[in-house]
């Protein structure tokens, strides 16, 4: 069973930058990762996903150009990279992984789950 530990979340002004990473508790190099999100009242929204090269990644279009997913396959790691943070970015951020090729963007074709970490960013 692989467990996600996420690290980085906090407090940010609307502009500033976060560093999102989640640890994978055993080897998942050649897996899927992604980054979700879930704000207060709503659904569980995907963010980013990277394969296991590092060089196919996917966005959803409101973080294009503002964050950067990427891995480290040595250390089983995935960060998320998040720059001009707005208001609306605001929500629960989850890691997550897959071992299927393609787990698309719905959270229920995700097999591994972290606990999630806060990201808040004040107006």
């Known amino acids: 069973q692989v467990q996600l530990i996420e690290s980085g979340g906090g407090l940010v002004q609307a502009g500033g930058s976060l560093s999102l990473s989640c640890a994978a508790s055993l080897p998942t190099s050649d897996y899927v990762k992604g980054w979700f999100r879930q704000a207060p009242g709503k659904e569980r929204e995907f963010v980013a996903r990277?394969?296991?090269?590092?060089?196919?990644?996917f966005y959803t279009d409101s973080v294009k150009g503002r964050f950067t997913i990427s891995r480290d396959n040595t250390k089983n790691t995935v960060t998320l990279q998040m720059n001009s943070l707005k208001h609306e970015d605001t929500a629960v951020y989850y890691c997550?992984?897959?071992?299927?090729?393609?787990?698309?963007?719905?959270?229920?074709?995700?097999?591994?789950w972290g606990q999630g970490t806060q990201v808040t960013v004040s107006s």
């Open positions: 997550a992984a897959s071992p299927y090729l393609a787990p698309g963007t719905e959270p229920g074709n995700w097999m591994y």
């Open positions: 990277i394969r296991w090269s590092g060089s196919d990644t």
